[in-house]
């Protein structure tokens, strides 16, 4: 069976992470995607301690997709470095990962 993952990027703010995540929809990059708001990171960034709110987008992705959602998210994405990262999904629910699959893998409008 395809693998699944969970493709996590930190953006400015909600509204940011909104245009993004209906463009990883709208190019079924992703299946599913999920904002998380008033996440609090701190970093080192060239040399200075930051703190920020941020919020969290989390799609919800095939590993075949990786190469085109990773490249996507980067051309994208407001930061100069951005954090994008996966893990593989281990464990779903059959009708579930059907789902994904079927949505990440149908043709582009």
């Not at 245009?19 to 904002?35: E, F, G, P």
């Not at 969290?56 to 490249?71: F, G």
Request: aromatic share 6%; with cysteine.
């Amino acid at each position: 069976m395809t693998e699944l993952l969970l493709v996590m990027t930190s953006l400015p703010n909600e509204d940011v992470a909104k245009v993004l995540a209906k463009r990883l929809i709208n190019a079924h990059l992703a299946a599913c995607v999920q904002i998380q708001s008033g996440v609090q990171s701190i970093y080192c960034w060239e040399g200075r301690l930051c703190e920020e709110q941020e919020a969290v987008l989390v799609a919800k992705t095939t590993a075949e997709q990786w190469p085109a959602i990773s490249a996507f998210i980067k051309q994208n994405h407001p930061y100069d470095v951005p954090e994008i990262i996966a893990q593989p999904i281990t464990h779903s629910h059959a009708d579930y990962a059907r789902w994904v699959i079927a949505e990440t893998t149908v043709a582009p409008n």
